[in-house]
């Protein structure tokens, strides 16, 4: 069982475990919560789901509803309870003598409460069991109503007395049957026009807080219409996902749980559902736009969270449910570029269809500041020059018929690329001629998965088996880092002079804060050691997408688990990232405590902003500059430290 706090942003798990499921979930007004099935029987929370108590209630349970009155009502073996006192005490009536269940119950607007039973048909026997029975004295007495020998799954009562029963399937080819009868009436009538032929299951039957019958099918919700004597939809199906369950308000929003794919949410005026968190897919890759919305990219398609939304939206029109290995923002061109299992596609700026531009299965793509695209595909390695969108599969000399895992460009346009089984290799001319680095370093004979390259032209590379390697030479010299050794790397972020991290498969994320000279585990928080991706948005937190969800860091630093040491010199790095729109991070090294001044200037000289006057200590320190107010331009930043003073150029673009 899990609980969302934000809307369905996120969901945390709670304190209950049933060894076989629940068969209902219901909560009163005082915001007591009930569960249970008819193994286990009932279990009442006071607490909004944190613990757990047995109710005071014996046997199995089968169904409940909350009856006017703030009271709950309870379908067992034969039997319906009735608490009016937050389950202290029951009232238990018997229905039947028959061996059954009480599946459904429900109650209408005079008061009267309605009880469905399941019919059991044995091998050989007579069926018996089955149909509805109505109270109207808060269930102390019961009469039939109709339907006997029929299983009842759900029942539901509109604001006039009508009564709807949903009988469940006789096998999973058919969606069940929806029954209907008038008030006072047990003259029952299949009662499914509306409900299309592409329905496979109808799920539930609800009463809307407009006294309305709502019918929850896995193909979208309808609503009976009385005046034309059918069912009309009035919610979509959720893409791509079969509903499994769902909680409808006309007046708020609505909620559907699914199949495969987790909650779905649905505003007053949405046009589309929303998808409520990504918890349970394995986020394979992580990337943010200009405007800092947040893709995230799945082994069953692409999502978004927009700043400010708090739930995740599906965006994979056009694109099948094939892994995104990749994604990758252009700032030049304003696109998004998603790397997968069925080649390389992008998304246009301000659309939300995505365009094919490879069908090869595609790993990794990069952009070279002379608008040259690289794709790395398990045919080798294609390019579109110019970026026009004519992408040819490049014939290249010195670099072996094999998968580019990944592929990384440094700030002299040296090309780099990640194969399968053969190493690294770097192309100083554009692509067309490769040379296999570290050909005396065992890197030769592995897969590497991932690489990045810092701003001193550190690369890094991270092998399928054998960990992780550094190389401060253009790769004609490896070394592997001790402590990720042996591990299988699918990562890094190395872009931030003061944060490094390089995530693996099996062990967490590792940290470093000497620029990839020592490396330590950081995995306070992360209750998965799966991690597949690591990014940051533009206010230095950071973002790692695992095997079970995207976790995201507390602050613009993370926790190491090793004490670091102090730096050994005054650095002030480049602002991350750069350009920027509308914050920026600036990180900085002091090597003793001083008294420090941060301050950003025009191009002109003149002051915008203090951003530090104060004394601080010795390590590894960063401050956010926030330019909402300011127009586009060049704006210089000025660091004095004691006799240490630096000053660097960073761009504003809107």
Same mark, same amino acid.
């Given at each position: 069982?899990?609980?969302?706090?934000?809307?369905?942003? &996120?969901?945390?798990?709670?304190?209950?475990?049933?060894?076989?499921?629940?068969?209902?979930?219901?909560?009163?007004?005082?915001?007591?919560?009930?569960?249970?099935?008819?193994?286990?029987?009932?279990?009442?929370?006071?607490?909004?789901?944190?613990?757990? &108590?047995? !109710? @005071?209630?014996?046997?199995?349970?089968?169904?409940? !509803?909350?009856?006017?009155?703030?009271?709950?009502?309870?379908?067992?073996?034969?039997?319906?309870?009735?608490?009016?006192?937050?389950?202290?005490?029951?009232?238990?009536?018997?229905?039947?003598?028959?061996?059954?269940?009480?599946?459904?119950?429900?109650?209408?607007?005079?008061?009267?409460?309605?009880?469905?039973?399941?019919?059991?048909?044995?091998?050989?026997?007579?069926?018996?069991?089955?149909?509805?029975?109505?109270?109207?004295?808060?269930?102390?007495?019961?009469?039939?109503?109709?339907?006997?020998?029929?299983?009842?799954?759900?029942?539901?009562?509109?604001?006039?007395?009508?009564?709807?029963?949903?009988?469940? /399937?006789?096998?999973?080819?058919?969606?069940?049957?929806?029954?209907? $009868? $008038?008030?006072?009436?047990?003259?029952?009538?299949?009662?499914?026009?509306?409900?299309?032929?592409?329905?496979?299951?109808?799920?539930?039957?609800?009463?809307?807080?407009?006294?309305? !019958?709502?019918?929850?099918?896995?193909?979208?919700?309808?609503?009976?219409?009385?005046?034309?004597?059918?069912?009309?939809?009035?919610?979509?199906?959720?893409?791509?996902?079969?509903?499994?369950? $769902?909680? =409808?308000? /006309?007046?708020?929003?609505? =909620?559907?749980?699914? +199949?495969?794919?987790?909650?779905?949410?649905?505003?007053?005026?949405?046009?589309?559902?929303?998808?409520?968190?990504?918890? /349970?897919?394995?986020? #394979?890759?992580?990337?943010?736009?200009?405007?800092?919305?947040?893709?995230?990219?799945?082994?069953?398609?692409?999502?978004?969270?927009?700043?400010?939304?708090?739930?995740?939206?599906?965006?994979?029109?056009?694109?099948?449910?094939? #892994?995104?290995?990749?994604?990758?923002?252009?700032?030049?061109?304003?696109?998004?570029? $998603?790397?997968?299992?069925?080649?390389?596609?992008?998304?246009? !700026?301000?659309?939300?269809?995505? &365009?094919?531009?490879?069908?090869?299965?595609?790993?990794?793509?990069?952009?070279?500041?002379?608008?040259?695209?690289?794709?790395?595909?398990?045919?080798?390695?294609?390019?579109?020059?110019? *970026?026009?969108?004519?992408?040819?599969?490049?014939?290249?000399?010195?670099?072996?018929?094999?998968?580019?895992?990944?592929?990384?460009?440094?700030?002299?346009?040296?090309?780099? +690329?990640? #194969?399968?089984?053969?190493?690294?290799?770097?192309?100083?001319?554009?692509?067309?001629?490769?040379?296999?680095?570290?050909?005396?370093?065992?890197?030769?004979?592995?897969?590497?998965?991932?690489? *990045?390259?810092?701003?001193?032209?550190?690369?890094?590379?991270?092998?399928?088996?054998?960990?992780?390697?550094?190389?401060?030479?253009?790769?004609? @010299?490896?070394?592997?880092?001790?402590?990720? %050794?042996?591990?299988?790397?699918?990562?890094?972020?190395?872009?931030?002079?003061?944060?490094?991290?390089?995530? &693996?498969?099996? %062990?967490?994320?590792?940290?470093?804060?000497?620029?990839?000279?020592?490396?330590?585990?950081?995995? @306070?928080?992360?209750?998965?050691?799966?991690?597949?991706?690591?990014?940051?948005?533009?206010?230095?937190?950071?973002?790692?997408?695992?095997?079970?969800?995207?976790?995201?860091?507390?602050?613009? #630093?993370?926790?190491?688990?090793?004490?670091?040491?102090?730096?050994?010199?005054?650095?002030?790095?480049?602002?991350?990232?750069? /350009?920027?729109?509308?914050?920026?991070?600036?990180?900085?090294?002091?090597?003793?405590?001083?008294?420090?001044?941060?301050?950003?200037?025009?191009?002109?000289?003149?002051?915008?902003?203090?951003?530090?006057?104060?004394?601080?200590?010795?390590?590894?320190?960063?401050?956010?500059?926030?330019?909402?107010?300011?127009? %586009?331009?060049?704006?210089?930043?000025?660091?004095?430290?004691?006799?240490?003073?630096?000053?660097?150029?960073?761009?504003?673009?809107?």
């Amino acid at each position: 069982m899990y609980r969302s706090t934000d809307s369905g942003g &996120t969901w945390q798990p709670l304190g209950l475990g049933l060894e076989y499921g629940a068969s209902f979930l219901v909560a009163d007004s005082a915001n007591h919560v009930y569960t249970g099935s008819n193994t286990q029987g009932l279990y009442e929370s006071t607490d909004e789901g944190s613990s757990w &108590t047995k !109710a @005071n209630l014996t046997g199995g349970v089968y169904s409940a !509803a909350v009856l006017s009155g703030n009271r709950i009502c309870v379908g067992g073996l034969q039997t319906v309870s009735i608490s009016s006192d937050g389950g202290k005490s029951w009232s238990v009536s018997q229905l039947t003598t028959d061996h059954v269940g009480v599946s459904s119950v429900a109650e209408d607007h005079s008061g009267n409460i309605y009880a469905g039973l399941q019919a059991v048909q044995p091998h050989g026997a007579p069926a018996y069991g089955g149909g509805i029975y109505v109270s109207s004295d808060s269930g102390k007495t019961w009469g039939s109503y109709g339907m006997s020998l029929t299983s009842i799954s759900s029942i539901a009562v509109n604001e006039d007395g009508k009564v709807y029963i949903l009988e469940p /399937p006789a096998n999973v080819d058919q969606p069940g049957t929806i029954w209907s $009868a $008038a008030a006072k009436s047990s003259a029952w009538a299949e009662d499914v026009a509306g409900i299309p032929y592409w329905v496979k299951s109808i799920q539930a039957l609800q009463s809307d807080n407009l006294g309305e !019958a709502v019918a929850v099918t896995d193909m979208g919700i309808y609503i009976y219409r009385d005046f034309v004597a059918t069912w009309k939809s009035i919610m979509p199906a959720v893409s791509l996902a079969s509903i499994t369950s $769902a909680f =409808y308000n /006309p007046n708020g929003p609505s =909620y559907a749980g699914t +199949a495969s794919d987790g909650v779905f949410f649905w505003g007053v005026s949405s046009s589309a559902w929303i998808q409520c968190g990504i918890d /349970p897919a394995s986020v #394979t890759s992580i990337e943010f736009d200009s405007s800092n919305s947040l893709f995230a990219g799945t082994a069953s398609g692409i999502f978004e969270l927009r700043p400010g939304d708090g739930a995740w939206l599906r965006v994979s029109d056009g694109l099948t449910r094939s #892994t995104v290995y990749q994604l990758d923002f252009s700032a030049s061109s304003k696109r998004l570029y $998603a790397s997968t299992a069925d080649g390389l596609f992008f998304l246009p !700026a301000g659309q939300n269809y995505w &365009t094919p531009l490879i069908k090869q299965k595609t790993y990794d793509f990069v952009e070279s500041p002379d608008g040259n695209h690289y794709a790395g595909t398990n045919v080798g390695i294609f390019r579109d020059a110019g *970026g026009k969108d004519i992408w040819n599969i490049m014939q290249t000399v010195g670099i072996p018929y094999t998968n580019i895992y990944c592929i990384a460009l440094d700030s002299s346009r040296d090309l780099l +690329a990640g #194969t399968s089984s053969n190493g690294a290799f770097i192309s100083m001319d554009g692509g067309s001629f490769w040379t296999q680095t570290g050909v005396s370093s065992p890197l030769i004979f592995y897969s590497v998965k991932a690489m *990045g390259i810092d701003n001193q032209e550190g690369i890094f590379a991270g092998t399928d088996t054998s960990g992780a390697y550094s190389s401060n030479d253009l790769g004609d @010299n490896w070394n592997s880092i001790p402590s990720i %050794s042996g591990k299988s790397v699918t990562c890094f972020l190395v872009n931030n002079p003061a944060l490094y991290y390089a995530g &693996t498969s099996d %062990s967490g994320a590792f940290i470093s804060t000497d620029c990839g000279w020592s490396w330590h585990p950081a995995n @306070n928080g992360l209750m998965e050691s799966g991690i597949m991706s690591i990014n940051v948005d533009q206010r230095g937190l950071v973002y790692a997408g695992t095997n079970k969800g995207l976790f995201r860091s507390n602050g613009i #630093t993370s926790h190491v688990d090793e004490k670091s040491r102090f730096p050994s010199s005054f650095s002030l790095s480049q602002n991350f990232p750069n /350009p920027f729109n509308p914050a920026t991070v600036i990180n900085y090294q002091l090597p003793a405590n001083t008294f420090v001044t941060l301050k950003v200037y025009d191009v002109l000289g003149r002051l915008v902003e203090t951003l530090l006057e104060e004394r601080q200590t010795a390590g590894t320190h960063s401050a956010t500059f926030k330019a909402s107010g300011l127009s %586009s331009g060049v704006y210089l930043y000025r660091l004095v430290a004691g006799r240490n003073v630096a000053t660097k150029k960073m761009i504003l673009i809107k």
